[in-house]
C-alpha cells in the first residue's frame, strides 16, 4: 500500500478550499484531500467532481451507518463520482459493510478503498459503558471492530496512530490504517489529546496520515505539507 499525506480540507465553502487548494498548483506532487461533511454538504457532489477534476485523490469521509441496502445504493453513487477512499462505520455490523462493498464495486471490478470507522476517538469508557451499554474495554472493542472490517472483506480501519501497530498485528499487514492525530513535534495541538508526528507514524506502520491544521492553519502550507511528506513518505 502506498503510503501518503491526506490533507483534510476542513472547509465550509468551495471557495476557501480553492483558495488553499491553489497554493499547491505546480508542485510536483498533487495532495491526497480528504473531503468530509462540512464542505460535503455545503457544496454537494459539485465540489468532489472539481477537485478531481484538478487532479487530486480524494478521501470522501461521509462515515455512513444506515440499514444495509441503503448504505448499498448511497455506496454505488458515491462510487460514481470516482472519489479514491470512502468510510462508514464498523458498528454498522458485518452484513452493512458487505453490502457498502457490494454498492461500491463499479462494473468493471474496480471500486474505491473502503475503510471503517471504529469506535470514534470521541468516545470515552464511560460513554461507551453508560450510553450504549458496551462493557468491553475500548481497546478491546477497537480491535474488535476492525477484525469485523477485515472479516467484511474492507480494506481498513481509520484508527490513532498508536492503533496502528496493533491492527496490522492482529488484520494483518495489507489492512491499511489510515490515522489522523498527527502534529509536529514543534507543532501546537489543538484538541487533539494521542498526537504523533509523521516521522512516529511511519515508524509505527501507518499506511496514511490524515492532516488538517498543521497544515491548512500553516502560515505557509505547502511547506507544511512538503515537511510532513519528507517525514512520513520519503
Ligand atoms: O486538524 P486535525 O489535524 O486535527 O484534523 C484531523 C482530521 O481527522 C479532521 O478532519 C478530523 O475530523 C479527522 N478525525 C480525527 N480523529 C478521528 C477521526 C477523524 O481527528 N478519530
Redesign the pocket.
Known amino acids: 500500500m502506498g503510503k501518503d499525506v491526506i490533507i483534510?480540507c476542513?472547509f465550509d465553502s468551495a471557495e476557501k478550499t480553492f483558495a488553499f487548494l491553489d497554493r499547491f498548483e505546480g508542485l510536483d506532487r498533487k495532495p491526497f484531500v480528504?473531503i468530509?461533511m462540512e464542505l460535503y454538504y455545503a457544496e454537494g457532489p459539485s465540489i468532489v467532481k472539481e477537485i478531481k477534476r484538478r487532479g487530486h485523490k480524494i478521501f470522501l469521509?461521509l462515515k455512513l451507518h444506515d440499514i444495509p441496502n441503503t448504505v448499498k445504493k448511497s455506496m454505488a453513487v458515491l462510487s460514481r463520482l470516482d472519489v479514491d477512499m470512502t468510510n462508514l462505520h464498523a458498528g454498522g455490523t458485518i452484513p452493512m459493510m458487505e453490502a457498502a462493498l457490494e454498492g461500491l464495486t463499479r462494473p468493471d471490478g474496480t471500486r474505491p478503498i473502503l475503510i471503517a470507522?471504529t469506535q470514534?476517538?470521541?468516545t470515552d469508557q464511560e460513554h461507551m459503558t453508560k450510553d450504549l451499554l458496551i462493557d468491553h474495554p475500548v481497546a478491546d472493542v477497537v480491535m474488535h471492530y476492525a477484525s469485523n472490517a477485515k472479516t467484511a472483506g474492507l480494506d481498513g480501519v481509520?484508527?490513532?496512530p498508536l492503533e496502528a501497530g496493533k491492527v496490522h498485528e492482529r488484520c494483518g499487514a495489507d489492512f491499511v490504517t489510515v490515522t489522523?492525530?498527527?502534529?509536529f513535534a514543534d507543532g501546537d495541538k489543538?484538541?487533539?489529546k494521542r498526537v504523533m508526528t509523521p516521522a512516529e507514524a511511519k515508524k509505527i506502520g501507518s499506511d496514511y496520515i490524515?492532516?488538517?491544521?498543521?497544515?491548512?492553519?500553516a502560515e505557509d502550507p505547502v511547506a507544511a505539507y512538503n515537511r510532513c511528506v519528507a517525514e512520513f513518505v520519503d
Open positions: 483534510a476542513d480528504k468530509g469521509d470507522v470514534l476517538t470521541s481509520v484508527c490513532s489522523p492525530g498527527v502534529r489543538g484538541d487533539q490524515v492532516v488538517g491544521r498543521p497544515i491548512t492553519a
